[in-house]
Each structure stands twice: as C-alpha cells, then as structure tokens.
C-alpha cells in the first residue's frame, strides 16, 4: 500500500464518520483560527498605530527640543527658540529636505449657539498638513493659500464635530460658530481619523489665524521635517537639526534641537506588540494541545473500531510499519482538515474586524503555514500512541476480537 493509496483510505475512514470528525477537528479549527486571528489584529494594530504617528507618511520626522540626551518619551520637551520665517526658508534648502512643517494644538470648545462640543482638538499648520494626513472634505474645502495670507479665522471641522453641532456635514458649510469666544467661519468639513479604533475629534485652523484665536495661548510650536524620500528621512532630520543647532541655539549643553527617529519609535512598537501578540497567541495556542488530546481520543476509538481489519490486513502480509503509517496519515488527515477550515475561520473573523475597526486588512502568511504544519504535527504527535498501539496488535488476537 502506498501513500497516496493510505491518504485515500484516511479520507474515506473521515468521510465515514463525518459529525464525529467535524467535533475532532474542532479544537483544531478553535486553535489555529484563534491563533492567526489574534496575531493578524495585532499587525493590524501595530501597522495603524504606525501610521497614526508618522500620518501615514514615512517620510516625515518630527522635530523636537530639549536637553541632550533625553527624548519625548524620556523627558520634558521644553519650549525652544522662536523659528522665524527665513529659517524655514533656509532648511527647506538642505539636502533630502522637501518641506519643513509648523504646528501648534490647543483643546477648545467649540459652540453653535446654544449647542456646544467639549474639548475639541484644534489644530493649526501649514497647508501640507492635509497632504500628510491624507485628508480629504466630505463637505466643503480645505484651507487654501488665500486663506493663510489673510489670515482667515475659518476652521475645518471634523465630520463628528460637525453632525453634533449643525446635524450633517453640508449643513455646516458657512455657518459661523464661536471657538475659544472667537468667531470663526466653517469652510470644510474632513472625515475624522482614528487610531487603533479610537477616535479623537480634531479640527483645523489657519497657523496665521493662530495668534487671534488663541491670544493667551502659549507660543509654542511644533516642527515637521518632511524628506525628498523615505530612504533619507534620518537625514533630512538631522541636517534640519544641525542647522537649528548652529543658527538659534544659545547653550547646547543645556538643550538643542533633535529629530524623533520615526524608524526607532516604530521598532519599540513593534517589539511591545509581539510580545503581547505572543503572549496571547499562546495562550491560543493551549486550545490546539486540546484539539490534539481529542485527536488522540477519537483515533484509540477508531483503533478499537477497526481491530479486525487490523487483523485481516497483517494475516495477509500487512508489516508493522505499513500500520503504523496508515494511522498516522489518518491522523494527520484530521488535524490538516482542521488547520485549513481553521485558515478560512480566521479569514473571515479578521476580514471583520478589519471591517469594524477600520484597519488596513492583514494576515500572515508566515504564522498561516506555521499555524497548518504545527495543527500536523500535533496530528503526528498525538496520533503516534494510537498508531502504536494498531502496529502492535497481534494478528490472532485482532482476528478473534470481538
């Protein structure tokens, strides 16, 4: 008897007792489901936090100023010296340098007469903001050029922003409404951005306009480096800070200008989010050992079922090894069944989460064929004692078994 010949006869033993099979296989289909489920939501997560820091633009870094050696996940920023206008000028002349980006944030309440929205995130940039966070109007338009040169207090709003105070996003095309006491006209409306299924109302104002609407607000901005390609983003950053460095600042020892390395902070995600991903997927993984005790179970059924045949099959020259084959392919059958209905299952499963939490739709191919080759293995493993155990029957014995 061949392989494939035993393949066949490991099908036809499974699709003759097909419940009993289908509850076999379903702690495999638990286990390997769960197993690539958990790791794919969290690459998803991982990949959406990604690019909720960077906007979805891997070739911008942030700039930030402090004492030498810390960093914004260490220490303090502290308020660096004012940027001025021919700075800008003269950094977005450096090498690998495309744009350089102020911002500035402020929490506010915005209010539509007697409707209001609670702390509402404002910001305020040059108009390359929109570029880089990719944002597009549901309603209206943008701030434009004409806009920053006259210092125009319009605002964009977020689309829930926007529904809770005038009902739909349309609605609220040029209606005035009062943000920090001050008016301000709505030109736009732009969906709102999330990250990790959270989202944070924000919207948008002229950088110009800044100093009217907010004129007790600290004077504190934040830069962006934009660079020509993400290949030379670190040194896009760096000639920006260098720069900075020698033309502004006063006593370097105490603080200077640095650029956030983007690729640093995305390995530290990424680190944090593959040993918790591990963590749980592990524990997942307890349910495939389960699956594999139940494989066990139901192939000692399956020997004791089939001692006869056993019999006949060594009484007419059937060796050991040929026995012990069959049983093994017969569990490896089951528990390869289950590893593949388990791909679908997590297909599905995570093609909805996706759906749910908006996240770009990923799966692994790598932890998949992982996850399929350990359910086999399992198979192999689990199945040995009970292929033993019909290898090693006697042929008298199983003959006269009743």
Not at 59 to 78: D, H, K, N, R, Y
Not at 89 to 107: A, D, G, N, T, W
Not at 206 to 228: K, N
Not at 242 to 258: G, Q, R
Request: with cysteine; aromatic share 6%.
């Amino acid at each position: 008897m061949n392989i494939m010949e035993s393949f066949r006869m490991a099908l036809s033993s499974v699709m003759a007792h097909k419940m009993r099979s289908i509850l076999t296989m379903l702690g495999i289909i638990i286990g390997v489901g769960s197993i690539i489920t958990i790791v794919a939501i969290g690459q998803m997560g991982e990949q959406q936090l990604k690019n909720s820091i960077s906007g979805g633009n891997k070739a911008m870094i942030t700039m930030e100023f402090g004492p030498p050696g810390s960093s914004s996940l260490t220490g303090p920023v502290s308020a660096p010296p004012q940027i001025r206008p021919i700075d800008v000028e003269r950094i977005r002349q450096l090498p690998y340098v495309k744009s350089f980006i102020e911002q500035r944030f402020e929490m506010s309440d915005v209010v539509n007469g007697e409707k209001k929205v609670d702390s509402v995130y404002i910001r305020a940039g040059d108009l390359e903001i929109f570029d880089i966070n990719n944002l597009v109007p549901v309603a209206g338009r943008l701030i434009v050029q004409d806009d920053v040169d006259r210092a125009s207090q319009v605002i964009v709003l977020g689309q829930d922003t926007a529904i809770e105070l005038f009902g739909t996003a349309d609605d609220a095309i040029g209606q005035i409404i009062e943000l920090n006491s001050q008016p301000v006209r709505v030109v736009g409306v732009v969906e709102e951005q999330s990250t990790l299924g959270f989202t944070m109302q924000t919207c948008y104002v002229p950088l110009s306009a800044w100093e009217a609407i907010f004129p007790r607000a600290a004077a504190f901005s934040q830069y962006a480096v934009i660079a020509t390609d993400v290949e030379h983003v670190t040194e896009a950053g760096q000639n920006a800070a260098d720069y900075l460095n020698e033309t502004l600042v006063v006593n370097p020892e105490e603080a200077l200008f640095k650029p956030t390395d983007m690729r640093q902070l995305e390995q530290e995600i990424s680190s944090v989010t593959t040993i918790m991903t591990a963590i749980i997927g592990g524990i997942a993984a307890i349910s495939l050992l389960v699956g594999g005790i139940g494989v066990m179970n139901i192939m000692l059924v399956s020997v004791a079922e089939r001692t006869r045949e056993i019999g006949v099959r060594k009484a007419l020259g059937a060796t050991r090894g040929r026995i012990l084959q069959q049983f093994l392919i017969e569990s490896m059958v089951l528990t390869s069944l289950g590893g593949i209905i388990g791909i679908l299952f997590a297909y599905g499963l995570t093609a909805l989460v996706a759906s749910i939490l908006g996240y770009e739709f990923i799966l692994s191919v790598p932890v998949t064929i992982m996850a399929v080759l350990f359910s086999s293995m399992i198979g192999v493993v689990f199945g040995l004692l009970p292929a033993n155990k019909a290898a090693k029957l006697s042929p008298i014995d199983a003959l006269r078994y009743e």
